[in-house]
């Protein structure tokens, strides 16, 4: 069976991914094609095109276009309760309850449009809608590879209306148990203090937890902001946060999801790029609320699933948030967490149809890799240097690990262009800007001289999954950058330039089978300095996606600092001045 996974329902992120017989075949996000970060409004038309031309799969093949927005029944609590927490906006309260599915209605059209533009027959190609929440539950769930009964966790901001699930897999079917509903949202809440701290929502949270472990979360409580309903159950104060309407906090026309009334309490919105006071507290604060919450009702609710086998599926916006992740590793009875690695909503695409192939029973392996996306040849890459108008210079490298190590462990930062781009918010060695571990000032040199980002902002290491164990102290397994570890006191010394202000590190375990030739590099900087570590960052500017193409990289390459770019077989450099 072939399935064809599209997102784009909730105006951010929309993606497609492909499933044959089972298979993930390809996988990407819309922003990489049309270089608009997040791609907001938009369908994934060149993304789905990409799929399908990747797989050889002609629009007539496709058996099933699975989409992750779905009606929601006025039967169910969903609406009601949307109805009621939104009372003092009325015409939003009353939208729920006598036309609460418009906007399925409306992203229904969009999705059929979009297929027709793909040449898709709808007289022959059935449209599955799929829970948004169930969406993110199926990418993690039937991706992780456990055959016991699965505790699964969906922490997000909104679907439809549900914005946070709890729930158990068996035997590839999945089970709900509790659902929360807008505007009672943990991930709503951090997104909204994301904004009064200065940053955008759907790409600050990161930074968010970045500027954390600078400040002490003991010197203000935000726990009025989400209050505790007894042992199972949380409301969202919206006097203060996931505000719509007039209570929203408007600054030069802009809305924003937090009220006047916190900043009465807290003072003004942070602004520039500083991690001054009191905000550096904030952020402490509100990174400890929200793990604490999430621990509370993770026990609350699947506590008892999770003694049993101890396995854990976790996806949706705040799946990303890898502090909450590291405290999750360390409860005593969960044995293995398996977080989806395109956990924020483009990886619903992948969650919808993999929802679709398990329902229709077919078997999903566990999620080794996430290099989904177009990959180009070497010639592909010469046959763009060669038609560049930038000045630049570029020899073919007979054996590309090696050199790029050895320009590494003389101090370069090096831009890297590997295989098939990466699915997901995680540059995993395909398209990254690495540099060595152990050089001081490796990093502030990135952050403001290539990545033009706060200086603040930390990196993150790749490492060989031969020594992955005596860096972080453990064998649980991290392939994708979704969970930090504490450092051991050792390595802390040898590899600084990864390792944040609090001791821990986001690492990404590499394994020889998942990406060869990033592997040999890692391999070759051991060899050299001792430390088979890298720095790995994105390859991009701030506000930019990742690059995707050949001539994606040359504009990041131009557009920065960077001296050097190893693009498949070539290093490209440019001309030395003077």
């Not at 955008?200 to 990161?206: A, I, P, S, V």
């Not at 999801?257 to 602004?271: A, C, H, I, K, T």
């Not at 390459?557 to 077989?569: A, I, K, P, Q, T």
């Amino acid at each position: 069976m072939i399935i064809l996974g599209l997102s784009g329902a909730l105006g951010h992120d929309p993606s497609a991914a492909l499933l044959v017989d089972g298979e993930i075949v390809a996988a990407a996000e819309e922003e990489r094609f049309v270089r608009d970060k997040h791609a907001k409004n938009r369908m994934p038309d060149e993304a789905a095109r990409f799929c399908l031309e990747h797989a050889g799969v002609a629009p007539e093949q496709v058996d099933a276009v699975a989409f992750p927005y779905a009606p929601i029944s006025l039967m169910t609590r969903a609406r009601w309760h949307y109805a009621r927490r939104y009372w003092y906006a009325p015409d939003r309260a009353l939208d729920a309850i006598f036309n609460g599915n418009r906007r399925f209605r409306r992203n229904r059209a969009r999705v059929l449009e979009c297929g027709r533009r793909l040449g898709i027959d709808w007289s022959r190609t059935e449209f599955v809608a799929v829970e948004h929440h169930l969406a993110h539950a199926s990418s993690a769930y039937h991706l992780s590879g456990f055959e016991e009964k699965t505790a699964i966790l969906g922490v997000d901001g909104k679907g439809e209306y549900a914005t946070t699930f709890f729930g158990w897999g068996e035997g590839g079917r999945i089970h709900k148990v509790k659902e929360f509903y807008d505007p009672d949202s943990l991930s709503g809440m951090y997104g909204a203090m994301t904004e009064y701290l200065g940053f955008e929502m759907l790409d600050g949270e990161y930074k968010v937890m970045g500027m954390a472990p600078y400040g002490d979360p003991d010197k203000f409580d935000l726990s009025r902001i989400v209050r505790r309903k007894g042992r199972k159950d949380f409301e969202v104060d919206t006097r203060y946060v996931n505000t719509v309407g007039l209570r929203r906090y408007k600054e030069n026309g802009v809305g924003f999801y937090f009220s006047p009334q916190l900043v009465e309490w807290l003072g003004p919105r942070r602004q520039g790029d500083v991690a001054d006071e009191p905000y550096v507290h904030y952020a402490a604060a509100v990174q400890r609320l929200f793990e604490e919450r999430c621990l509370e009702l993770l026990e609350a609710h699947l506590g008892d699933t999770l003694r049993e086998t101890g396995l854990l599926a976790f996806a949706g916006g705040g799946a990303l948030n890898v502090k909450l992740n590291q405290r999750i590793v360390a409860l005593p009875h969960v044995k293995e967490l398996f977080v989806q690695p395109a956990s924020g909503d483009s990886g619903t695409s992948l969650g919808a149809a993999t929802y679709v192939a398990a329902a229709r029973g077919e078997k999903l392996a566990r999620m080794r890799h996430v290099y989904l996306g177009p990959g180009f040849t070497s010639q592909q890459c010469a046959e763009t240097l060669r038609a560049s108008t930038e000045p630049l210079e570029y020899r073919q490298l007979g054996d590309p690990a090696r050199e790029t190590a050895s320009l590494l462990a003389a101090g370069h930062p090096v831009a890297w262009f590997q295989g098939r781009m990466e699915f997901g918010p995680r540059a995993l060695g395909a398209r990254s800007i690495l540099g060595c571990a152990d050089i001081p000032g490796i990093a502030d040199r990135i952050n403001e001289q290539i990545k033009f980002r706060e200086r603040w902002r930390p990196f993150c290491p790749s490492v060989l999954d031969t020594v992955a164990p005596e860096i972080v102290g453990t064998t649980h397994p991290a392939p994708f950058m979704t969970i930090t570890f504490d450092v051991t006191p050792e390595w802390r010394t040898r590899i600084p330039e990864v390792v944040h202000a609090d001791g821990t590190a986001r690492i990404q375990v590499v394994e020889l089978a998942a990406h060869p030739r990033y592997y040999a590099l890692i391999e070759r900087v051991g060899e050299l300095t001792g430390n088979p570590v890298v720095l790995n960052t994105s390859l991009n500017r701030r506000g930019e996606p990742m690059v995707c193409t050949p001539r994606d990289a040359l504009t990041m390459f131009f557009g920065s600092d960077l001296r050097y770019l190893v693009m498949e077989d070539w290093l490209v450099t440019k001309p030395a001045r003077g």
